[in-house]
């Protein structure tokens, strides 16, 4: 059974090149634009790890992580952030609302790939 | 989805389903705490169906076993699925020499020898 | 499809940018706004952030100048103005500028676009803003290739994982980490399980385990960090080096069990002289007295089975490949290789006047069996530079510890192989070139720093073959030679004339000379000044050349050329009357035909022209003392000693030849110009000709050819 992943990306471009790769690798993957979209369609599914960026509107990354952890069934689930090089306060904000891991813009398809399977295993 | 309360329960045996991993540690910790004060003497832990494990349930096993053995009971774990044996030996659970709280009795982690 | 993801880019980027202009429009009627801010904020952001995902680097660094601003309106360091807006408003032309140019997506900013930048950073100028707007530069995650420059030697080393307890609560499981970990080596892992109480006082969400990992790596420390990156907030992560080939080779057994304990302070040292004092096997004597728990023994003997294995595998691969015999064995087998090679060519040369069809066919097997054996032979001797290239990695380390300095030692090419003979006599030399990156070249971190570079110096040592030499750097970034010191020095010593007029490569020449060294002060690290001639020497005893180029505050390098081996050499063969000479390929320039009476147009002073250059000669006829008659054409072969074009003339060149080198007996040591013979195909010998010292010779007897000259013509 391949597990799922959510990316929460407000940019277009950036949820399409997550989703296409990670669906390369053989995970199944859902999109959503932002956090509060993220809230309203994961309780119906079995996420195994949520991948967020942090700036976006209607609840950012980091209230998403907040919000996830604060929920029963998603408190142990791996968060992955995106981050950039210029957001060092975002990341340790991140990482203190329980963020599993990072990974930081711009990467490769590749780095993406071999995060995930850092903390999900193959 | 597999719980403990379908799990079969005879003859002072617990079989354990599923993914026993971390979201479900403290439902998992309950509900064996709870049958294993119900056995007697004997109790068996039948992990067979077991399809993922990780360090929060090995920690659970070895603090059932800690408390079966100050309550003068015998716990062990038959047929292990291939999944949990994975995950005994990527966590570097497995021993070749019992734990010291284990002296005298069988280690959960204990490897003989040709197995 | 890439492209795919860039299209949606585009398209996206400019929903955004359409976006954009209209809150920037409602932005100079509400300047307060915060939500209008954030949403601004927020496009600039996604712009640069997924431009710079697809290859847009000058648009997301462009981007980011803008979007610095934003973030301070937001946080309230910076007023909403007409101009932040009118400069955000064209910034946007030509952010969409840029969208539509896909053949520079990398390139330098144009000056419109420079001005904007300036634009923005004046107006953060004038802010009181106390926040550092300067990106902090972030560890990328998944980068496993730390310092791929860097060679690692295989370590094994000692890892101690203690996790809060608190671990698990942000969705870390450890399993993929120690699959991880296995990856990087043979690994073995070892839960550490005391600390998990009854199942009753058990908090089924906390970690209660803590683990003691050995593993062997040739990976190197940074990689076990990188595993476990993501948990170092919430972990005690403790490395160390317990065993390494060096360590082996130090002749070090392997820790005992009880000292492994003790040293990770699992035991206290009295505990196990207690232990010990009883004669039964430690690990059971340790758990039988309650001492110490049974998994801190169990992984401590793991240690102990992982160093053995590390080391009898090393043992064995050295085994399987090598075979080791005195190096003396090796010279003797060169040695008749040699005569084998001369023998060989006398068979060839009867062969051809025998005329008989068998003999030439016998003769040319023994040519082809001959030179492969050659070949052979020779290569047995050839070792990886390498070797020398890990000690020096040491020295670094001491040296610049001791002068509080910071430098990296780069290797490449240590696979590159040499004459075992070659590489030993190159050690000293190297050793020196390294001690003077280290004092003279690379400056204090301060320094560095206040020059604008890195404070870390580098020092790159390197070697590659370049035809049938091979070629040694070792350049640093450090400050550099000064020419005008260096000149100054030159004259003051008077090595030069104070009106000599000399190109970059002459005044670095002159380091070379005897007796000259710049340093400031002398340090204890590169010694008093006897530097760079005794380098020089070594590398011409080695028949190498040197050569060194340096620019100020960008650093030096020194490049050494070496022969592949000193056992054979490439040379030209030349005649003068009956006598052979041989000339070293590897100067030799050009040959040239010169006659008598070109010679004669010369009036006697030895020189000539060749392309209308004026180029000295030296006439070995004269140098060796041949007397017999001139002929009428000579021959003229231009060589390059120490930078300068010099020709040596002879009566013929006879050809190329590829010769053993055999040494002249004690009786001939005092001869100079010569390092040694070749014996021809016929028994001839042939002279090897040592450059270098012919010309200087040459030169003296000249200088006193022409004092008496002119003593005479007085």
Redesign the interface.
């Known amino acids: 059974m391949s597990k799922m992943i959510m990316t929460v990306d407000d940019s277009a471009s950036v949820r399409q090149m997550v989703s296409f790769t990670l669906k390369d690798a053989g995970y199944e993957v859902v999109e959503a634009v932002d956090g509060r979209d993220a809230l309203k369609k994961i309780p119906g599914l079995t996420v195994h790890m949520v991948i967020t960026d942090l700036n976006m509107p209607q609840l950012d990354g980091i209230g998403l992580i907040k919000e996830l952890r604060a929920d029963a069934k998603f408190k142990f689930t791996p968060i992955l952030m995106l981050t950039t090089e210029s957001q060092a306060e975002r990341k340790q904000e991140g990482k203190t609302a329980g963020a599993t891991g990072w990974i930081v813009k711009p990467f490769k398809p590749e780095q993406l790939v071999a995060t995930v399977k850092k903390v999900l295993g193959c | 989805m597999q719980s403990v309360e379908n799990g079969l329960k005879q003859n002072s045996r617990l079989a354990l389903a599923g993914e026993l991993t971390i979201s479900r540690a403290s439902e998992l910790a309950a509900s064996i705490g709870q049958w294993l004060a119900e056995q007697e003497t004997v109790a068996v832990l039948d992990l067979a169906a077991v399809t993922a494990a990780d360090v929060s349930f090995l920690q659970i096993l070895c603090a059932a076993h800690r408390s079966s053995l100050r309550e003068g009971k015998s716990l062990s774990v038959v047929s292990p699925s291939r999944e949990l044996l994975r995950a005994m030996k990527t966590a570097g659970f497995e021993r070749r020499q019992p734990c010291t709280q284990c002296t005298g009795d069988t280690c959960l982690w204990q490897v003989k020898e040709g197995l | ?1 890439l492209d ?3 299209e ?2 585009i ?2 980027a400019n929903d955004l940018l359409r976006e954009l202009e209209e809150s920037l429009l409602d932005l100079e009627e509400k300047s307060t706004d915060q939500e209008l801010i ?2 601004i ?2 496009a600039l ?2 712009i ?3 431009g ?3 290859g847009y680097d000058k648009l ?1 660094t462009f981007t ?1 100048e803008i979007e610095t601003a934003y973030d301070l309106v937001r946080s309230g360091g910076l007023s909403v103005t007409r101009i932040l807006v009118d400069s955000t408003l064209s910034a946007c032309d030509e952010i969409r500028g840029m969208l539509t140019d896909d053949e520079d997506r990398s390139g330098a900013l144009s000056d419109a676009q420079t001005a904007i930048v300036e634009g923005f950073r004046n107006l953060l100028k004038n802010t009181h803003s106390d926040k550092p707007s300067a ?10 290739e730390v310092n791929s420059d860097e060679l690692q030697h295989e370590c094994t080393y000692r890892v101690r994982l203690t996790p809060s307890p608190d671990l ?13 970990m ?1 990856g990087l080596g043979t690994c ?4 550490q ?2 600390n ?7 908090d ?2 906390a ?3 803590f ?1 003691d ?1 050995a593993i062997n790596t040739d990976r190197g420390q940074n990689a076990i960090r990188d595993v476990f ?2 948990v170092e ?1 919430r972990c005690r992560l403790e490395i160390s080096v317990i065993d390494s080939m060096e360590r082996e080779a130090d002749g070090k057994g392997y820790l005992k069990l009880g000292e492994i304990l003790v040293q990770r302070g699992d035991l206290s040292k009295d505990n196990m002289q207690d232990i010990l004092s009883q004669q039964h096997r430690f690990g059971e004597l340790a ?1 039988e007295a ?1 001492i110490i ?3 801190k ?2 992984s401590a ?1 793991q240690e102990q089975q992982l160093v053995r294995e590390a080391r009898d595998k090393r043992a064995t691969v050295e085994q399987a490949s090598t075979i080791r015999v005195p190096a003396e064995r090796l010279d003797s087998l060169i040695n008749m290789v040699g005569e084998l090679v001369t023998v060989q060519s006398r068979l060839t040369q009867v062969a051809n006047s025998s005329h008989s069809q068998a003999i030439l066919q016998v003769a040319e097997d023994v040519e082809r069996l001959t030179a492969e054996l050659r070949d052979n032979t020779m290569s047995i001797r050839m070792v990886p530079i390498g070797s020398a290239f890990s000690r020096l990695r040491r020295l670094v380390r001491d040296l610049s510890q001791e002068l509080g300095k910071e430098i990296d030692l780069l290797t490449e090419g240590a696979e590159t192989e040499l004459d075992k003979t070659v590489i030993e006599r190159l050690n000293d030399p190297l050793v020196h070139l390294i001690r003077n990156s280290v004092d003279h070249g690379i400056q204090n971190p301060q320094v560095r720093t206040a020059a604008g570079k890195p404070s870390r110096g580098t020092i790159r040592l390197s070697a590659c073959h370049s035809g049938a030499s091979v070629q040694v750097t070792v350049s640093d970034d450090g400050q550099g030679l000064d020419l005008e010191t260096i000149r100054l020095k030159a004259i003051e010593k008077g090595l030069i004339a104070p009106d000599a007029l000399l190109s970059e490569r002459e005044v670095f020449a002159l380091v070379l000379l005897p007796g000259f060294s710049t340093a400031q002060k002398v340090t204890n690290v590169s010694g008093r000044g006897v530097g760079m001639d005794v380098v020089k020497k070594n590398i011409d005893s080695l028949q190498g050349t040197i050569e060194i180029s340096s620019k100020q505050n960008i650093g030096t390098t020194i490049t050494l050329k070496l022969p592949l081996t000193l056992a054979i050499i490439d040379g030209l063969l030349v005649r003068v009357a009956n006598e052979f000479f041989v000339v070293p390929l590897t100067s030799i320039e050009e040959c040239v035909e010169l006659k008598l009476s070109d010679v004669k147009r010369a009036s006697g002073q030895h020189i000539t022209v060749i392309r209308g250059e004026l180029v000295p000669y030296v006439r070995l006829r004269e140098l060796f003392g041949i007397d017999e008659a001139l002929q009428a054409a000579e021959q003229i072969v231009i060589t390059r000693v120490e930078g300068n074009r010099v020709g040596i003339m002879v009566d013929e060149v006879v050809g190329q030849h590829q010769t053993v080198i055999k040494p002249l007996g004690r009786y001939y040591k005092h001869i100079n110009e010569v390092t040694g013979c070749s014996i021809l195909g016929d028994g001839t010998i042939a002279l090897i000709l040592d450059l270098a010292k012919v010309v200087k010779s040459a030169a003296r007897a000249e200088a006193a050819n022409y004092e008496n000259v002119q003593a005479g013509s007085v």
Not at chain 3, 135 to 144: E, K, L, N
Not at chain 3, 168 to 180: A, I, K, M, V
């Open positions: 499809m795919q993801h860039r949606t880019f398209q996206e954030g949403s904020f927020r952001h996604t640069k952030g997924s710079s995902m697809f997301a980011h990106p902090t530069p972030d560890a990328v995650v998944v980068d496993a698990f609560s942000n969705g870390t499981n450890l399993l993929p980490l120690f699959e991880e296995q073995r892992i070892t839960a399980v005391e998990i109480p009854r199942l009753q006082e058990l089924p969400e970690c209660y385990t683990w990992i990156i993501f907030d758990t309650g728990d049974h998994g023994i169990e003997l």
